[in-house]
């Protein structure tokens, strides 16, 4: 069977459904391999950090891990350009997860020796955003790959199937490495055994998702130079607007929900919530994105990207203000949160990056990509430091309002509230524009 479509996006990609199908399907299990299992270690990173000695100010850092994905992105577009392949592109970068898994669970066995934990807690930060980084140059390569591959209009039908099947995978891993961070905490003896066999996991699954990835149809990525360019026609337009646009659009997103994440774990065990429960709440959203990913493919490939964004990500972020209701309601208002948080997930993911392949052109769209996370990647860890700082800080800070006590963290929820619902403006402004391909740009060449 094959698809016809009626736009020159369609050129040189791959219209026959079935071969499609197939390549979908292995995207999303490969992304089980090198994104389900990092995003079980979300909780478990906390964990880790307590049981290594470690304070506020490390959770602060670890919380990074995001800008630093992003901050590095720009690296998968010189790999593209570097090997002229997709596919082998992709190989490098798991391989450098491949490493950090491993080196990772070494330092979890080292730290049993006492005198080596106070090191092994520095290694275990700095490696975890190791870890981080590749992941980050996997995204970019893998969106720079799906770019080349599918035409704009299946692109929701093929993305939302392989972020259902990542986003199976990761729940799967959420409850297994909840699980086995619960059963350690309860076995002090073999804890940081268990922790050192969930990042063992890791690297060994980074292992399998290279020798899957060798199978999915390559294609030659469409490079163009990062930063200087001697030919006009070869400059990517960073001054265009929907390129900052975008920029704004993620900055405030991240920034306001990366400062809370780095503590919403912390906050729920400090309301004595087992790593179990923990793992529910974070199994019930992926529950709920899994059926809001297959609802916004079918919309992104009728109706765009941008606004299906735009709605989702005003109705998240303002859900956000359920963490400060805890402190009336107690858990009940985060329980709301996390069933409706399941649409900013994988479901939010999958828009805001095919919202990317609509405004970017073909050529240089990994460029695109990678410059606009080098500029969004400090920006949300200056976030996500600053509230680690903050909490240290203003850690034992005490408000009483309308009958129930405020602390620290309700406070840091309210402002990284505000933050993220203002990320919907630069949406709204850019309206439908979008960057032109580098070889309509005009120019005088330069020798």
């Given at each position: 069977m094959k698809l016809v479509s009626p736009t020159p996006d369609a050129i040189g990609k791959i219209t026959d459904k079935k071969l499609q199908n197939r390549n979908r399907i292995k995207f999303g299990i490969g992304s089980i391999m090198y994104e389900g299992e990092e995003a079980g270690l979300g909780p478990v990173h906390t964990a880790i950090i307590h049981t290594l000695g470690g304070n506020s100010v490390h959770l602060g850092w670890l919380g990074t891990a995001g800008s630093v994905s992003s901050l590095v992105q720009w690296l998968g577009a010189l790999l593209l350009s570097r090997f002229q392949s997709s596919r082998k592109a992709m190989a490098a970068a798991l391989a450098g997860g491949i490493a950090a898994g491993l080196i990772l669970a070494f330092l979890l066995l080292l730290a049993g020796a006492p005198s080596w934990r106070p090191w092994c807690l520095i290694g275990y930060v700095v490696f975890a955003l190791v870890l981080a980084g590749a992941s980050g140059i996997?995204?970019?390569?893998?969106?720079?790959?799906?770019?080349?591959?599918?035409?704009?209009?299946?692109?929701?039908?093929?993305?939302?199937?392989?972020?259902?099947?990542?986003?199976?995978?990761?729940l799967a891993f959420m409850m297994i490495f909840g699980w086995a961070a619960e059963w350690g905490a309860k076995h002090p003896h073999y804890e940081l055994t268990v922790y050192a066999g969930l990042l063992a996991t890791v690297g060994f699954s980074h292992l399998l998702a290279l020798l899957l990835i060798l199978t999915i149809s390559d294609r030659t990525p469409q490079t163009t130079a990062l930063f200087f360019a001697k030919k006009a026609q070869e400059r990517l337009d960073y001054g265009a607007a929907p390129f900052?646009?975008?920029?704004?659009?993620?900055?405030?997103?991240?920034?306001?929900?990366?400062?809370?994440?780095?503590?919403?774990t912390a906050y729920m065990l400090s309301?004595?919530?087992?790593?179990?429960?923990?793992?529910?709440?974070?199994?019930?959203?992926?529950?709920?994105?899994?059926?809001?990913?297959?609802?916004?493919?079918?919309?992104?490939?009728?109706?765009?990207?941008?606004?299906?964004?735009?709605?989702?990500?005003?109705?998240?972020?303002?859900?956000?203000?359920?963490?400060?209701?805890?402190?009336?309601?107690?858990?009940?208002?985060?329980?709301?949160?996390?069933?409706?948080?399941?649409?900013?997930?994988?479901?939010?993911?999958?828009?805001?990056?095919?919202?990317?392949?609509?405004?970017?052109?073909?050529?240089?769209?990994?460029?695109?990509?990678?410059?606009?996370?080098?500029?969004?990647?400090?920006?949300t860890m200056l976030c996500a430091v600053a509230a680690g700082y903050?909490?240290?800080?203003?850690?034992?800070?005490?408000?009483?309002?309308?009958?129930?006590?405020?602390?620290?963290?309700?406070?840091?929820?309210?402002?990284?509230?505000?933050?993220?619902?203002?990320?919907?403006?630069?949406?709204?402004?850019?309206?439908?524009?979008?960057?032109?391909?580098?070889?309509?740009?005009?120019?005088p060449d330069e020798s």
């Open positions: 996997q995204i970019n390569v893998e969106t720079s790959w799906i770019g080349d591959l599918v035409p704009h209009d299946i692109m929701g039908w093929f993305t939302s199937m392989k972020w259902l099947i990542g986003a199976l995978g990761a900052w646009g975008y920029i704004a659009f993620f900055i405030l997103w991240s920034g306001g929900r990366g400062a809370m994440n780095c503590f919403a309301l004595s919530y087992s790593m179990t429960k923990i793992a529910s709440l974070l199994a019930l959203q992926y529950a709920v994105s899994m059926v809001m990913l297959m609802v916004l493919g079918r919309i992104t490939d009728r109706f765009g990207a941008r606004r299906p964004l735009i709605v989702v990500s005003a109705i998240i972020a303002g859900c956000m203000s359920c963490w400060i209701l805890s402190a009336w309601f107690g858990m009940f208002p985060i329980l709301c949160y996390m069933l409706i948080n399941g649409a900013a997930g994988h479901a939010h993911s999958m828009l805001a990056i095919n919202y990317g392949q609509e405004i970017f052109p073909s050529k240089g769209r990994a460029g695109y990509f990678g410059i606009s996370r080098l500029i969004i990647g400090p920006s903050y909490m240290q800080a203003y850690s034992g800070v005490k408000l009483h309002l309308w009958g129930a006590e405020l602390t620290a963290y309700h406070l840091l929820f309210a402002i990284c509230t505000v933050i993220s619902m203002s990320c919907v403006i630069p949406l709204l402004l850019l309206g439908d524009k979008t960057i032109q391909p580098a070889s309509h740009l005009t120019g």
